[in-house]
C-alpha cells in the first residue's frame, strides 16, 4: 500500500480498520505518527502537533464507527427506500391505509425497476428538465448538469428511462467501476449524449455520497493524501474511488482484469475516446454532486497527468456541485495553469451553508483549499462568483446563530416558494423532515439537491465566456454579481 519514488514524493495514509484502542489512545500523547500501526507516513509527515493528532483521532474514531454499523446503516437505507416508494406508490400514507382496508395495496417494484426511486429521487422528485431554459441559454449547461449529478443516485433502469423519454436523449451506459484498495466496486457513473446542442455534448455524471452507504462517508472523511511529483497533495479517498492503483498510482494503461469489472477513470477515458472518434463535432462535459463532484474534477487531473492533449481539447467543462476539497494549494495552481493552457472551463457551485464544500479544513493544520471559480447561491437563490464561499470551514461560533435562523428561514420558506415560482418546487413531506434535522445541524440539508437545483435555475446566469475568462484567472478576489 505504501508508495515508492515513481508513485509520490510524501504521503499520509490512515488505515482506520486496522486501528486498535490502544493504538488510538497513545496517538493522543505521542507525536511520532508511523509507531501507529494504522498509520503509514513519508518523513516530511512523521511528526504531528496536538491539533493534528486531535483531528486524526476523531476521524478515526468516526471512521471505524462507520465501519460496524455498514451494514445495519445499509440494510436501514434499503427498508426506508422500500417503505417510501410503497407510500409513493399508493398517493401518501392516508391511501395507503385505505388501500390496505380494500385489500388494494400497491406494491412497489423491484429496486433494479425503472420506477424505483432512491431516497435522494423521493426527497427531490423533478424527473423534467426546465423548460424555460434552452439549448444556447448561458444555464443551460450548469442546469442540464445538476439534472444529470441528482440522476445518477437512481439505479441504471430509472437513468435510462428518464434520459430517454422525459429529456428525449441517448443514453449511452450505466456503469460500476471497481476500487482497487478496497477491492470491490465503489464507483458510480452514467454517460449520455445531448444531440440538440451545437457541437453535440456528451456528459460524464458521477454518483455521489448516499445517505446509507457507510463507505461512501468513509471516503468522505478520510484525510489521507497522496503528493504526487510537480502536482501537489490530493485527497487519498477520491484517488482510490477514482482509480488509483496500488503501489503503482496512475500508470498511463492499466491491463483489465477478467474478475472485476474495470477502473473509473481508465474506463470512462477510453469509452469517450471511442465515442468522440465517433462524432468528430461533439464534446463532453464532467459533473457531479458531493463526493461525484470531486470525483469530476479529479478526471482532467489525471488527463493533464497522461497528457491526453486530443481528449483535453474536447472538454468543454466541468461542472460541480457542493464538491468538497480535493488537494492543497499547489494542486489549486497546477490545476489553474492546465485548465488554462487548455481552456478548460470549470465551476464549483456552492448553495448556502452546505457543509460538505467546507470540508476537509482550511486552516494551518491540514492542507486543502479549493480552487477556481464558485458559483455561490444564497438562500434566495441571489448568485455571484466569488473565489472562496462564505466561512470557509463551516465551525465557527460567530456564524453559528445566522445559521440557525438562515436553517428556520428555509423551513418556512419551503411553504412560500411554490406559490412564487410554481408547483414545480413544492416541497414534501419528506424534504420538510430533512429541514426539520438542519435546523439542530445548519447546513446539512443545504448538501441536498432540491436546493441545488433550484439555484441552477433560479440563480443569476454566467455567460460562457466570462466563465472561462474567470477559470483561468488566478489569485483573484472574485465577488461579481451577475
Given at each position: 500500500m505504501a508508495c515508492n519514488d515513481g508513485f509520490c514524493e510524501n504521503y499520509l495514509i490512515i488505515k482506520p480498520e486496522e486501528a486498535s484502542f490502544l493504538d488510538l489512545f497513545y496517538l493522543l500523547f505521542s507525536a511520532d505518527l508511523e509507531k501507529r500501526k494504522f498509520i503509514e507516513c513519508q518523513?516530511?509527515?512523521?511528526?504531528?502537533?496536538?491539533?493534528?493528532?486531535?483531528?486524526?483521532?476523531?476521524?478515526?474514531?468516526?471512521?471505524?464507527?462507520?465501519?460496524?454499523?455498514?451494514?445495519?446503516?445499509?440494510?436501514?437505507?434499503?427498508e426506508l427506500e422500500e417503505w417510501l416508494n410503497l407510500l409513493s406508490c399508493n398517493g401518501g400514507f392516508t391511501k395507503l391505509v385505505s388501500n390496505f382496508i380494500a385489500g388494494n395495496v400497491v406494491t412497489p417494484s423491484n429496486q433494479s425497476s425503472a420506477t424505483f426511486t432512491s431516497y435522494v429521487g423521493i426527497v427531490d422528485t423533478r424527473l423534467n428538465l426546465d423548460k424555460s431554459i434552452k439549448p444556447g441559454d448561458s444555464r443551460y449547461y450548469t442546469a442540464l448538469s445538476m439534472m444529470a449529478s441528482k440522476l445518477s443516485y437512481e439505479n441504471k433502469a430509472f437513468v435510462q428511462n428518464v434520459v430517454t423519454n422525459y429529456w428525449k436523449m441517448e443514453f449511452i451506459g450505466f456503469y460500476d467501476f471497481w476500487n482497487d484498495y478496497e477491492q470491490k466496486v465503489?464507483?458510480?457513473?452514467?454517460?449520455?449524449?445531448?444531440?440538440?446542442?451545437?457541437?453535440?455534448?456528451?456528459?460524464?455524471?458521477?454518483?455521489?455520497?448516499?445517505?446509507?452507504?457507510?463507505?461512501?462517508?468513509?471516503?468522505?472523511?478520510?484525510?489521507?493524501?497522496?503528493?504526487?511529483?510537480?502536482?501537489?497533495?490530493?485527497?487519498?479517498?477520491?484517488?482510490?474511488?477514482?482509480?488509483?492503483?496500488?503501489?503503482?498510482?496512475?500508470?498511463?494503461?492499466?491491463?483489465?482484469?477478467?474478475?472485476?469489472t474495470s477502473f473509473a477513470y481508465y474506463g470512462i477515458r477510453e469509452m469517450l475516446k471511442n465515442l468522440l472518434q465517433r462524432n468528430?463535432?461533439?464534446?463532453?462535459?464532467?459533473?457531479?454532486?458531493?463526493?461525484?463532484?470531486?470525483?469530476?474534477?479529479?478526471?482532467p487531473m489525471i488527463l493533464f497527468l497522461h497528457e491526453e492533449t486530443w481528449l483535453l481539447e474536447r472538454l468543454e467543462g466541468v461542472y460541480t456541485f457542493g464538491q468538497p476539497r480535493v488537494g492543497d494549494q499547489k494542486l489549486g495552481e497546477y490545476m489553474n495553469k492546465q485548465m488554462k493552457l487548455h481552456c478548460v472551463r470549470y465551476l464549483r457551485s456552492v448553495y448556502c451553508n452546505d457543509m460538505v464544500p467546507r470540508l476537509p479544513l482550511d486552516d494551518s493544520t491540514f492542507m486543502f483549499k479549493h480552487f477556481g471559480p464558485c458559483a455561490y447561491y444564497d438562500s434566495f437563490y441571489e448568485s455571484k462568483i466569488v473565489k472562496e464561499e462564505p466561512n470557509k470551514n463551516y465551525f465557527s461560533v460567530v456564524a453559528a446563530i445566522p445559521k440557525h435562523l438562515n436553517a428556520m428561514w428555509e423551513l418556512i420558506r419551503g411553504y412560500i416558494i411554490p406559490y412564487v415560482e410554481g408547483p414545480d418546487y413544492a416541497e414534501g413531506w419528506c424534504l420538510r423532515l430533512f429541514r426539520v434535522v438542519g435546523l439542530a445541524i445548519p447546513g446539512l440539508s443545504d448538501h441536498g439537491t432540491q436546493d441545488y437545483v433550484n439555484s441552477t435555475r433560479l440563480g443569476s446566469s454566467f455567460p460562457s465566456l466570462q466563465l472561462q475568462d474567470l477559470t483561468h484567472q488566478e489569485g483573484l478576489e472574485y465577488d461579481k454579481n451577475y
Open positions: 518523513e516530511d509527515s512523521k511528526e504531528a502537533d496536538r491539533r493534528r493528532r486531535w483531528i486524526i483521532f476523531i476521524t478515526v474514531v468516526i471512521q471505524k464507527i462507520l465501519l460496524l454499523i455498514a451494514k445495519p446503516m445499509a440494510w436501514v437505507g434499503l465503489t464507483t458510480q457513473a452514467f454517460i449520455f449524449q445531448d444531440r440538440k446542442t451545437n457541437p453535440k455534448m456528451i456528459m460524464v455524471a458521477f454518483r455521489g455520497t448516499e445517505p446509507f452507504n457507510a463507505y461512501n462517508w468513509i471516503t468522505d472523511i478520510d484525510i489521507s493524501w497522496y503528493e504526487l511529483s510537480g502536482v501537489g497533495k490530493i485527497h487519498g479517498g477520491f484517488m482510490k474511488a477514482l482509480g488509483l492503483q496500488k503501489k503503482k498510482g496512475w500508470p498511463k494503461e492499466v491491463a483489465q482484469e477478467n474478475n472485476h468528430e463535432q461533439a464534446k463532453f462535459i464532467m459533473t457531479g454532486h458531493s463526493l461525484g463532484g470531486a470525483l469530476a474534477i479529479l478526471f
